[in-house]
Structure formats: C-alpha cells, structure tokens
C-alpha cells in the first residue's frame, strides 16, 4: 500500500526552511487525521496545496513567508519513496496526485459609503462563490427522426412503431451509450446476418401492417433472442417497449441500432446535458436537506458557469456556513473526481468548529465516498482537535491519526495511577476521596504533615510514597522544569498538578483571616470554587487562573478503563500550544532559571 510519508514545505506562509519537514504516514482510503496546535502552520500547508495548478506553484504574494528571500516557495511530498515536487516552474505533484482543498471559504471585503465631506468604510465576511462547473452544456435532444429510421427498414417500414415518445425520455441517451459494447457486437458476424435475415423476411410480406405482423412467423426471430448480447440489451430495454412480442423486442432493437450507427455525436451531446441536469438536481436535492438558514441556497448559471452563492457570513451561524459550504465542496471534488488519476483531499479545520449535528451531516457525506474503497484517495484532514474527539465517529475504523507537530509530553503510568486510583474512590469511600482530594489534588499549607499511606492500595504505577508527606510534590516539580525549559519530554498530568497548586497557593497567600483560609481551604472544594469565591470576597484573581484550569480540571480526572485502552486526555496536547505555554511561563513568572518547590507547595 503506497503511502505519502513527507511533507515539506518552504517559505510559504508560517513556514522558511527549518522545522518544515515532516514526516507522515498518509495512507489511501484512510481518514489521515494530522492534528497540530492552533498557530502551528496547518493552514500554512493547506494555503501552499491551494495554490497548486497543474503546471506550477502559483502563490500569491501574501502567502510568502518572505517575499525577498532567495529561498523560493516550495512544496514536495515522499511518495511511495519518490519526491515530487512544486515550485514556481514545475509541478511534479500533479503527474501523479490531483489536490482539493476545502476549507471555510471565507473572505474579508471593505465597503466604503461616500457620505459629505468623508468616506466610511465597513468591514464585512463573506463566503466566496463555489463553482461546480465551469461551463453548461447546450440544451439537446435525441434526434429520433422516425421517416429516416422506416427508410433503412425496407419495403415494409409500415410495421414500424414511432418510438419517439419512450426514446426521447432522460436517461435514454445514457443508456444506449452504455450499450456500445453490446450494440458493436450485435453488427459483427453473426448476429449481423441473423438481423439482415429477420428484416428481409419481414421486408417479403405482402399486405398491411396489420396482416403482416399477424400472419409472419414468429420464430424468425429465435435465433437472435439466443444471442447472449442480445438478451442483455433487451433487460436494459424493457422500459421502451411499447409491447412484450418478440417483434417489439426487435423492432427496439432495430431503431437502437439506428441511433447507434447515425446519432452516435448527438446521443453524447444529450447524455452531456442530462448529465448536468441531473447534476444540478442532485446538489439541490441534498443541500435543501441540510439548508437551515431559510435563504432557499441553491445553484444558478451564471457567466456560462454553474454557482452557488452564499449569503454574507454575519447573516447566518458559522455551523450553517460551515457544513453548507463544506458539503458544496465536496460535492463538488466527487463531480470532477478522476479514476484515472491519484486524488488528494485536504480539509482544513472544518472539523474543529462543526456542531455534533453537523459532524454527523458531514461523516455521512465523507462515509460514502471511503466506503467505495478507492485506492487511490488520499484524505487529509488538518485539525488541532485530538484524536478523542474523533473516536465517537462512524469512520474511526478508518482512523489514522499523525501528530504533525512532535510533541514532548510523554504520560507516567505513576501519575494516571494516582489519579484513576482517586477516582475509583469516589462511589467507593468518600471520605478517603475527600482526604486526598483536599491534600494532594488541591493546594494545603499542611500537606507536608499528612500520611495518607493507610488509603494506599496496590495496584499497577501506584507508588505508595506519594501518599505521605510531599513526595508526589517533589516528583512534579522536575516535570515542571522540563515542560518550562521546552527542551525534555515532560509528564503532561504532573505539570498540571503543578498548575492546580500554583493557582491555588497563589490566592490562598493572599487571604488576610484564618476563617478566610479555612472557607478556602475546607468549604470550597473545586478550584473554580475557590476562585469565585475569592474574587467576591475582593481578591486579584487573574484570568489566566480560569482558563488554566480549563486544562488541569480535565487532566486530574481518569478511569481505569481509560489507563486500560491507553487513552490520553487533550491535556497531553493543549500544554504544547505556544499560548497556553505563555501563560504558564506568566503563571510562575519563569525567566530561565529552575522554579522552586515553594511555587506549588
């Protein structure tokens, strides 16, 4: 199974030449999850793929990340252990991969008012125009010219039927195309002579129609209808008779063959057209299933084009924005999707902002284009959402998850322990939960003279040191040094244990009154508790503590089960975002130097 395994992308966007290789493991009919922190570049790569024609890289000036190095834009990527390559003059991608991005579509204009004396300009969001095909075939028909087609028949073309009414239906010009192959063989050898032979016979009648077709024999026809090829044709034909005779059977045929030998470039010219109409219906159809904004969304011709337009963004939700415009896309890369050719689709974050509603809307869409198991389509999408987030999918069997953005969290089955473990005592003894609860998940000036190891029970990474004194203590704050100093693969859940603390401690310093530290200490339980409350008791409490304990509120709570199927929670990936880094470095006020055990104890 040929794979992409690199990525590499240079001086386009956030990206010059040093940490802009990466490397991948991309693998056809997959959903290639490649998660990354907000800020990290994945837009960067989406705007680079964007710009791909089939010639060249094509970037607008905006896009470089420096318009004056020497160094030019570039993108590759290692297929199957061969580099292609886009640049400015050549583009070796695109002997092999057609690429599709799609993201939200959105784009900033400025209207201006001209009013006495000033100009007023008014920024407004708008989502660009899709266009599903950049031309309309003509208006056609299939010309059934009946006095043509009893001419070829001979003498008695009376016994002929005018067809016009079923052969010029939809779908017909179709359908006589996909019988080329048995329309060919059915005028070669054979079955060739067998035909001449049925209409000379019939063509040797005398009398009227009528007397014709009542008194010829109808076995004239047998050995035609034991023609494999002709049997086939007659299944796929059965709704244009206008009889079930064996000479209705035939007479099909022969104006098929008509058709086949005289129209063959107009039945193209039809099928064209039919193609689009129904094209067009189809798109209607499914975007009127998901349409919620009530502006009635749908294609129209323009400019010999078909579009669908938008309304402006700030008149409907992003989650109506989003999935429509996403749907749009897609639809439309299936339209021009070509066999021939490698296909790579790369969806932009479109994920992390969708509503469950949505995702369900925007899986079933995706679920029918992998079920068809093409080996040559490359999904990508790029989202700073976890794995997790992914995991309740109907396509997470496709699942193939790469972390584009090495990341140096690396979790300690000791600290999961620890946590599952007071978890598991929450149903089974509250006051146990509460103790450690009140000692080693929250900030208390007494931990130090606590011995909880009476609570300890026996189990895999639990160590029993960390339920007596400050040991765990000293056991985080080495964690968090190595994550402050971004140079050591660190323990994700240590260091918010760490950030509890240090929120906590923070605050409680601040307390004037014994009975203060006591409410803080004994009655507000949850760190956000703590918090609030301080702030309305007339404390500083800066925001920073909040959104930080959005991060360890989510770490310090872990099931066995989750210890068992190996799952991380997000906190393994949030503590690499470059802003939650920086408030971290606010939060202890790190300038380089090791914190010491007084900042969390």
């Not at 209409?199 to 109808?218: P, S």
């Not at 689009?276 to 969304?297: F, H, W």
Request: proline content about 2%; some cysteine; glycine content about 4%.
């Amino acid at each position: 199974m040929a794979e992409i395994s690199n990525i590499t992308i240079k001086n386009i966007k956030g990206f010059m030449d040093q940490n802009n290789s990466f490397d991948v493991h991309i693998l056809p009919n997959k959903v290639n999850l490649l998660v990354a922190p907000n800020g990290f570049g994945k837009s960067s790569i989406a705007k680079g793929f964007e710009s791909l024609n089939s010639n060249r890289l094509d970037l607008p000036d905006d896009l470089y990340h420096d318009k004056n190095s020497p160094i030019l834009p570039e993108i590759s990527i290692t297929y199957d252990n061969n580099v292609l390559s886009a640049n400015k003059d050549q583009n070796t991608i695109s002997s092999i991969f057609d690429v599709t991005v799609i993201n939200s579509g959105l784009k900033a204009t400025a209207k201006v008012r001209n009013i006495p004396h000033r100009f007023i300009k008014k920024g407004i969001m708008e989502v660009e125009d899709i266009v599903l095909r950049t031309s309309i075939p003509r208006t056609s028909h299939i010309d059934y010219n009946f006095s043509q087609i009893k001419t070829s028949f001979g003498k008695n073309k009376k016994v002929l039927t005018d067809l016009s009414e079923t052969i010029v239906q939809n779908g017909t010009a179709k359908l006589i195309i996909e019988m080329y192959p048995l329309l060919d063989a059915l005028q070669k050898g054979g079955p060739k002579k067998i035909t001449k032979r049925i209409i000379e016979q019939i063509n040797n009648q005398n009398g009227t129609a009528e007397t014709i077709l009542r008194n010829f024999d109808e076995h004239i026809f047998d050995d035609l209808e034991k023609i494999g090829e002709y049997q086939e044709l007659q299944n796929k034909v059965s709704g244009l008779r206008i009889f079930n005779t064996k000479f209705s059977r035939f007479e099909v045929f022969f104006q098929i063959i008509w058709l086949y030998n005289n129209r063959r470039a107009n039945l193209q010219k039809v099928k064209r057209h039919e193609d689009y109409v129904n094209l067009k219906n189809r798109y209607n159809a499914i975007i009127r299933s998901i349409d919620t904004t009530g502006r009635n969304i749908a294609t129209h011709e323009q400019d010999g084009k078909l579009i669908v337009s938008f309304p402006k963004a700030d008149t409907i939700s992003n989650g109506q924005r989003d999935i429509i415009t996403f749907i749009t896309s897609l639809f439309k890369f299936r339209m021009n999707y070509n066999d021939g050719k490698k296909q790579i689709l790369i969806i932009d974050e479109l994920f992390d902002y969708l509503d469950d509603a949505n995702v369900v809307a925007a899986q079933y869409f995706l679920s029918g284009f992998l079920s068809e198991n093409r080996e040559n389509f490359y999904l990508i999408i790029l989202s700073h959402i976890t794995e997790e987030h992914f995991r309740g999918w109907v396509l997470k069997k496709k699942l193939n998850t790469q972390y584009i953005k090495p990341i140096q969290a690396r979790a300690s089955i000791n600290t999961k322990a620890f946590i599952a473990f007071r978890d598991s005592l929450k149903k089974t003894n509250e006051a146990n939960y509460s103790a450690l609860s009140n000692y080693y998940f929250h900030y208390n000036p007494i931990t130090k003279e606590q011995d909880l190891s009476a609570i300890y029970q026996v189990k895999n990474g639990l160590k029993l040191n960390w339920f007596t004194g400050t040991n765990l203590h000293n056991d985080i704050l080495p964690e968090l040094n190595k994550y402050l100093r971004d140079q050591e693969s660190y323990d994700p859940y240590a260091v918010c244990f760490a950030l509890r603390y240090a929120c906590e401690k923070n605050i409680f310093t601040q307390l004037r009154s014994d009975d203060e530290k006591r409410i803080f200490l004994e009655e507000k339980k949850r760190t956000t508790d703590k918090l609030e409350w301080a702030e309305k008791a007339g404390y500083d409490v800066p925001v920073i503590y909040y959104m930080l304990g959005i991060i360890f509120n989510e770490a310090e709570h872990i099931t066995g089960l989750e210890i068992e199927r190996n799952k991380e929670r997000s906190c393994v990936y949030r503590l690499d975002n470059g802003a939650i880094r920086q408030m971290i470095i606010e939060l202890f006020n790190y300038s380089g130097n090791d914190i010491e055990i007084d900042a969390i104890l």
